[in-house]
Antibody
């Protein structure tokens, strides 16, 4: 059974660093791109970027380029999304999902990130 | 950059009715790269349709997708209570993707 399990709720203060994770199981982790999707409170889904764990090839949506870093550790079948300095505007639910060619077929449960002073 | 526009933002229907949701692309796209998702509060999004018209595994046949070029449609033939949710179209091309802003299907 394909599963993507994300790390838990995060509460951060502005300016702090943050790294959230997404662990894949039930399939060959290095054979599929993994993507990250943001949903801000009361808003829609936003494509952030994708990574190919086999070689860490990463593609960012223009809106997120330079704002976050997507990485992966194939040894642990885990993808990451990180910020060097979070802002209040980063408050959102973040989903990881497996990209089967052109669409996301399996999704993580989401990680809620709250940034507040 | 392709922009997907879903309108209207909210649709109201009664169970048993037929619902048609629209997704318009800012320029012509290959239907192979168009997908639809259902998203309910507190849950992860669920893939419904890929390649504009192919149902994902386990998706009931009351869900169907169609369209080409710039205009795509998701149709729910007979609404069940569990179908009231937010629906997103999504396009993937040239190494990145984009979602429409979503259409909320609410109970009338």
């Amino acid at each position: 059974e394909v599963q993507l399990v994300q790390s838990g709720v995060e509460v951060k203060k502005p300016g702090e660093s943050l790294k959230i994770s997404c662990k894949g199981s039930g399939y060959i982790f290095t054979s599929y791109w993994i993507g990250w999707v943001r949903q801000m409170p009361g808003k829609g889904l936003e494509w952030m970027g994708i990574i190919y764990p086999a070689d860490s090839d990463t593609r960012y949506s223009p809106s997120f380029q330079g704002q976050v870093t997507i990485s992966a550790d194939k040894s642990f079948s885990t993808a990451y999304l990180q910020w060097s300095s979070v802002r209040a505007s980063d408050t959102a639910m973040y989903y990881c999902a497996r990209l089967d060619g052109i669409y996301f077929d399996f999704w993580g449960q989401g990680t809620l990130v709250t940034v507040s002073s | 950059e392709i922009v997907l526009t879903q309108s209207p933002g909210t649709l109201s229907f009664s169970p048993g009715e037929r619902a048609t949701l629209s997704c318009r692309a800012s320029q012509s796209v290959s239907s192979s790269y168009l997908a639809w998702y259902q998203h309910k509060p507190g849950q992860a999004p669920r893939l419904l349709i890929y390649g504009a018209s192919s149902r994902a595994t386990g998706i009931p046949d009351r869900f169907s997708g169609s369209g080409s070029g710039t205009d795509f449609t998701l149709t729910i033939s007979r609404l069940e209570p569990e179908d009231f949710a937010v629906y997103y179209c999504q396009y993937y091309g040239t190494s990145t993707g984009t979602f429409g802003q979503g259409t909320k299907l609410e109970i009338k």
